[in-house]
């Protein structure tokens, strides 16, 4: 079965600095999805960004981007120029294509983000 | 506006009084899911429907009913509730034709059973 970890649950970052959210998973398949969502305070949860496996590029949304290392099992999320409004909990998900007719997003425990004025 | 709409957003319960939380989608998706999410554990499913009149488990069915009479509707069902079901519950929604897409969310009903 597949896992995915994020090893930090709080994280703190300056208004418009960088900060970069952690996340490394295990999986025996070569070919899968991952993802981040977003959960404001409003518990919403809300697709950041996602990744396909055997794309070797990696994905851009604006000002958040992935660092995704295959080999090394890693999916970092990069949020450039922070806004008060990303202060939220992130999860890391994986999803596999071969669990036949369930689509299931396995989660990571999520890693609270403050933003400092 | 396409959605999932679950309702209602908070329940406070008592031991043993069944009850159902709802959740309706309006993207004509074939997948419905329901998860739990608890502090330190993130989100686990509870169960998932493929299709009309097709439910299967997930990862923590146990106390958990589901149904799928209508292709947008997939209610969760506590006919026993007992306090460690205290959570956040989120349904979710996916087109099944591509497995690459993403998961839609409800906005969560937290349910208190004391």
């Known amino acids: 079965a597949q896992t995915v970890t994020q090893s930090q649950p709080e994280m703190s970052v300056q208004e418009a600095e960088t900060v970069t959210l952690s996340c490394t998973y295990d999986?025996?398949?070569?070919?899968?999805?991952l993802f981040w969502y977003k959960q404001p305070p409003s518990r919403q949860m809300i697709l950041v960004i996602r990744?396909?496996?055997?794309?070797?590029q990696n994905a851009t949304e604006n000002r958040f981007s992935v660092n995704f290392q295959k080999a090394a099992k890693s999916f970092s999320l990069k949020i450039s120029d922070s806004q008060l409004g990303d202060a939220a909990m992130y999860f890391c998900a994986y999803r596999s294509p071969y669990t036949g007719a369930n689509s299931k997003l396995t989660f990571g425990k999520g890693i609270t983000l403050s933003v400092r004025p | 506006e396409a959605q999932v709409t679950q309702n209602p957003r908070y329940l406070i319960t008592v031991t043993g009084k069944k009850l159902t939380v709802t959740c309706s989608q309006n993207?004509?998706?074939?997948?419905m899911s329901w998860y739990r999410q608890d502090p330190g554990l993130g989100l686990r499913q509870i169960y998932y429907s493929m299709n009309v009149e097709v439910t299967d488990k997930g990862d923590v069915p146990e106390g958990y009913k589901v149904s799928r009479k209508e292709k947008r509707n997939f209610p969760l069902i506590l006919e026993s509730p007992s306090p460690n079901q205290t959570s956040l519950y989120f349904c979710?929604?996916?087109?099944?034709?591509?497995?690459?897409?993403?998961?839609?969310f409800g906005n969560g009903t937290r349910l208190t059973v004391t």
């Open positions: 990744q396909e496996a055997y794309k070797q």
């Open positions: 979710a929604s996916s087109s099944r034709t591509a497995y690459n897409s993403p998961l839609h």
């Open positions: 993207m004509n998706h074939e997948y």
């Open positions: 999986t025996s398949e070569s070919d899968y999805y």
